[in-house]
């Protein structure tokens, strides 16, 4: 076997240029000298954070949810007592993925310094503070709280997703993304069902019951915060991740450091670096080919977020030809948290089965799904719903409601697809530059769920749907180019010693 040579890349990494002649037949984590009990510890701080970020966001998604209608019933109240309110829940959510957007860059920094659960507990608390400021909702406080959720979310779920991968390994980035989602997506069965209960009949919503709302909503959010305080700092040891042919510990700290054709990026010192260096890792990640091509499904994602969280079930509300469509927005939530949920359970139990075959059959899945899902909203519900109510019909037929129920699983489903398998696949990418992977994925999400906010009230049914077709396709196809070449190299097997 020949001697290693290295050669200076940018940010101060070294890259090795050769490479052992026997390749292996494929990258799995090896079993040697594996410690059951901190396999044990990893999975338990997988399933703690999932159950954390579970009451989180039942508590903020409910909040979004209602928060137009809260503040609408806020204004009439007003009016009744002759005063004045003026305050939006689209440009409270506008101003929350705008700062988003920009305090993703923030993160990787914030993470270096105080680490991923601090960085997690110190992105939840504005949470808390958004939903208590609407118990009693002023202007001025809610657009200020918006503007810090924007700030927390940005830390929040870049540590999430740094924690996430410390807590993986190749074999269970999979598994545990899966079993992550699922948790988190049971916020959306129980938001709804709260909101489908305690609001069936109600058409304004009065202080008295904004206030038991709220409160409510507020304290779940507070237990969720303080779970975060239960996670453990995982024991990472070099045995976990030797392959079985390699003896010494250089060569054994070699595994999952794979060539960059792998596409797998190594920053050896990325845990030892200060926040200038993480923002820089971040600048340097976002010119690289696989970034720039997964940018593409990261910018869909925030599309169809922007449209399954807020569009939709305004459309839905504004189908007047549908039988009391207010009561349907719960059950078409309900419905959609119930895709989200059985699609990442399945892709958690099965991921290393998955794995084997390629994370493409998954998204193809997903692609299947939204663009069924986009097909028959378009024929279901009025071009004008977006903008305004109508009694008139989709393209070809009378809006149903059980139709439209359909459509929101169909788009759970779907995002629960493309959201897992871009979990999965940053994380093996991106095994020591995870916090500014996640960074820039969730600022790319944003930013395009922020520019859908802006337009979604403004634009017809037809071309809002005919802009998420587009990126769909688009960004499938930049996924599979990446999963293709990523595990092309895989069956290779060639690794950097």
Same mark, same amino acid.
């Given at each position: ?10 940010? $101060? ?45 039942? !508590? ?40 988003? !957007? ?7 920094? *914030? ?15 504005? @949470? ?10 002023? !202007? ?13 979310? $940005? ?38 069902? @709260? ?18 709302? @709220? ?42 450091? *794979? ?141 149903? !409601? ?96």
């Amino acid at each position: 076997m020949t001697s290693p040579k290295t050669e200076r890349t940018g940010l $101060g990494s070294v890259r090795s240029t050769a490479f052992v002649t026997r390749p292996i037949t494929s990258v799995t984590t090896p079993r040697l000298h594996h410690n059951q009990g901190k396999m044990e510890i990893k999975l338990l701080n997988v399933i703690l954070m999932g159950f954390a970020f579970m009451f989180i966001f039942t !508590a903020f998604q409910t909040c979004s949810e209602i928060e137009q209608r809260v503040l609408k019933s806020a204004e009439q109240e007003a009016k009744m007592h002759n005063t004045t309110f003026t305050a939006s829940g689209y440009n409270s959510l506008a101003i929350i993925y705008s700062v988003f !957007a920009a305090s993703n860059w923030l993160g990787p920094s *914030v993470v270096s310094v105080i680490g991923p659960k601090y960085s997690m507990l110190a992105g939840a608390i504005p @949470y808390c503070l958004f939903i208590a400021s609407l118990i009693q909702p002023l !202007a001025a406080t809610l657009y200020i709280a918006s503007a810090l959720v924007g700030v927390g979310a $940005g830390i929040l779920w870049t540590a999430q997703g740094n924690f996430l991968t410390i807590n993986s390994d190749p074999d269970t980035i999979a598994r545990n993304s899966g079993i992550f989602w699922a948790l988190l997506q049971f916020s959306l069965l129980f938001g709804n069902l @709260y909101v489908f209960l305690q609001l069936e009949g109600v058409s304004i919503i009065s202080d008295e019951y904004r206030y038991i709302i @709220y409160s409510v909503l507020t304290v779940v959010c507070v237990i969720g915060t303080l779970g975060l305080l239960t996670l453990r700092k995982p024991k990472v040891s070099v045995n976990n991740a030797c392959y079985p042919l390699q003896t010494t510990v250089d060569q054994c700290d070699s595994y999952l450091k *794979v060539h960059d054709n792998l596409h797998i990026i190594n920053s050896k010192n990325a845990s030892e670096e200060g926040p200038w260096q993480a923002f820089m890792r971040s600048i340097h990640l976002l010119t690289t080919k696989e970034m720039l091509l997964l940018s593409a499904v990261f910018a869909y994602t925030g599309l169809e977020l922007t449209f399954f969280s807020g569009v939709y079930p305004t459309c839905i509300g504004n189908a007047r030809l549908i039988h009391d469509p207010d009561r349907y927005i719960g059950l078409a939530g309900i419905f959609l948290g119930i895709g989200e949920i059985i699609g990442g359970a399945f892709f958690g139990i099965f991921g290393k089965k998955i794995l084997r075959h390629g994370r493409d059959p998954v998204i193809l899945v997903g692609f299947i799904s939204h663009a069924a899902a986009f097909f028959l909203i378009f024929m279901n519900i009025p071009s004008i719903a977006p903008i305004s109510a109508s009694e008139t019909h989709g393209y070809l037929i009378e809006p149903s !409601a059980t139709l439209a129920v359909a459509c929101s699983f169909l788009l759970g489903l779907g995002d629960s697809s493309f959201n897992t398998q871009i979990y999965s696949i940053l994380g093996f990418m991106y095994t020591e530059d995870s916090a500014p992977a996640f960074a820039l994925f969730k600022f790319v999400q944003s930013l395009f769920a922020a520019i859908a906010f802006f337009y979604s009230g403004h634009v017809m049914l037809q071309w809002q749907l005919l802009v998420l077709v587009i990126s769909l396709f688009f960004g499938t196809l930049c996924f599979f180019l990446v999963e293709w070449s990523t595990s092309k190299m895989a069956r290779q097997g060639y690794i950097s010693i």
